[in-house]
């Protein structure tokens, strides 16, 4: 079946600590996005990517970065200029006018 | 910019019908979608409007007038299930969604 994963599920940071999240996807989709959700917060866009080799900041970029080598693939890495990291964090895609498909989401701590 | 409106908590009982509303501004207007997220899950897309008018879905229903800015979720013969977050999303440029801050609903037996 396709879908996205995201991995790992739970992930743990220690303070100055720099950590990847892993986004897959095998629908073949163009478009791929990162969304960031606090508790009982919306979903807000980090960084997404119409095509390979190609993505633009969203609304709270600063403290992140990603990469978009393959289609099927956009890793975020949180950096330790990212202050305040943990959250849920939601990776998606598109084939293009609508209907986003979601990962699972990667739940992250700071410890 | 774009900014969403929706109310942040509705309650019904079950078998119920609940409406929820959401009012956007945006500066380029490609079609509001709705998705619902439970508990600790990823969302999952429910309906899109592009156009003015009702889209029907099963018990679910989504309304959209351009003029107003202003769409609305149907939901009908509520159950237990569909206690859950739902989100109102506005498609901007580069097909990139912006979410509202979600209204949780709660279904009561």
């Known amino acids: 079946d396709g879908g996205i994963t995201q991995s790992p599920k739970y992930l743990f940071r220690k303070e100055g600590q720099n950590v990847t999240l892993s986004c897959e996807q095998n629908l073949n989709h163009d478009a791929m996005y990162w969304y960031r959700q606090d508790p009982g917060q919306g979903l807000r866009l980090i960084y997404y990517s119409q095509i390979v080799n190609d993505f633009q900041k969203g609304d709270i970029a600063e403290g992140y970065s990603v990469s978009r080598e393959k289609k099927e693939s956009f890793p975020l890495t949180v950096t330790s200029a990212q202050k305040n990291p943990t959250a849920f964090y939601l990776c998606a895609s598109t084939p293009g006018r609508y209907g986003y498909t979601f990962g699972s989401g990667t739940r992250l701590t700071v410890v | 910019g774009q900014s969403l409106e929706q109310p942040s908590e509705v309650t019904a009982v079950e078998g119920a019908i609940v409406q929820i509303n959401c009012t956007y501004q945006?500066?380029?207007?490609?079609?509001l979608s709705w998705y619902q997220q439970h508990d600790g899950g990823a969302p999952t897309f429910l309906s899109y409007n592009a156009l003015d008018g009702l889209e029907e879905t099963g018990r679910f229903s989504s309304f959209l007038s351009r003029s107003d800015s202003y769409g609305y979720l149907l939901l009908q013969e509520l159950q237990m299930k569909d206690s859950a977050s739902y989100f109102c999303?506005?498609?901007?440029?580069?097909?990139?969604?912006?979410f509202g801050q979600g209204t949780e609903l709660s279904v009561k037996p």
């Open positions: 945006t500066s380029g207007f490609y079609g």
């Open positions: 999303a506005v498609r901007g440029p580069g097909g990139k969604l912006i």
